[in-house]
């Protein structure tokens, strides 16, 4: 390979070495395993009933409309219960199919799904990115870090700063203390439940002055 490698170019190298890997360990779908042209994707099957969350939406919160209604307009949900953030967006609706992805990344350490989720995530949020000045991930608790080994918020900030440009840091936000698992409240009770959980340091605060 070392003489091999004198003549080829490193890119026809790393296609070489692709479809070595490709044939030893074919590509799967990442939810339903089945056999895909490209690493780290989905079938035609299971992209197609992704429920994509596309404009138009509320601006606040990302809900989608059945209809344009003009610029500016917010849904009834944002109005009746304004939340904390100016503008939110998501990628697909949560059902049983995408939830396979989210808790493959989540709780099965499933590192390489993230590289699919944060396309996603940079689709749905292209306009968020662009006036963006930092990502900040969600910050686990030390105690629910060490269990679950690694951050999922921080390895999905990592690669849309990547795709982005956008820098970001995850020393700007700390949990300081740790809260019951989200899963199973409602609405107000999750927003009960992480109130008071986060805090910016005060030695990174001039690092946020302004953005």
């Known amino acids: 390979m070392g003489a091999l490698s004198a003549y080829l170019p490193s890119r026809m190298l790393s296609a070489a070495g692709r479809a070595v890997a490709d044939l030893l360990l074919p590509p799967q779908c990442l939810?339903?395993?089945a056999a895909t042209s490209e690493p780290n994707g989905l079938c035609g099957g299971c992209w197609a009933k992704l429920r994509f969350i596309t404009?138009?939406?509320c601006d606040r919160r990302g809900i989608p409309f059945a209809y344009d209604p003009g610029p500016g307009v917010l849904s009834a949900a944002a109005l009746a219960d304004p939340p904390a953030w100016d503008r939110a967006r998501a990628a697909v609706r949560f059902d049983d199919h995408s939830k396979r992805l989210v808790h493959?990344?989540?709780y099965h350490d499933r590192h390489h799904?993230?590289?699919l989720v944060s396309r996603l995530m940079a689709a749905a949020g292209r306009r968020l990115l662009a006036e963006a000045d930092i990502i900040v991930p969600v910050p686990?608790?030390?105690a629910r870090l060490w269990r679950r080994?690694?951050?999922q918020s921080a390895l999905l900030a990592g690669r849309l700063s990547a795709?982005?440009?956008v820098p970001w840091r995850c020393d700007l936000l700390l949990r300081t203390r740790p809260t019951p698992a989200q899963v199973g409240l409602g609405h107000r009770e999750r927003r009960a439940n992480v109130k008071g959980a986060f805090a910016v340091p005060e030695d990174c605060r001039f690092a946020?002055?302004?953005r």
């Open 104 to 106: 493959d990344l989540k």
């Open 113 to 115: 799904v993230a590289v």
């Open 163 to 165: 795709s982005s440009g």
């Open 149 to 151: 080994r690694f951050n």
């Open 31 to 33: 939810i339903c395993t």
């Open 140 to 142: 686990l608790h030390q």
């Open 208 to 210: 946020l002055r302004d």
């Open 55 to 57: 404009e138009p939406c």
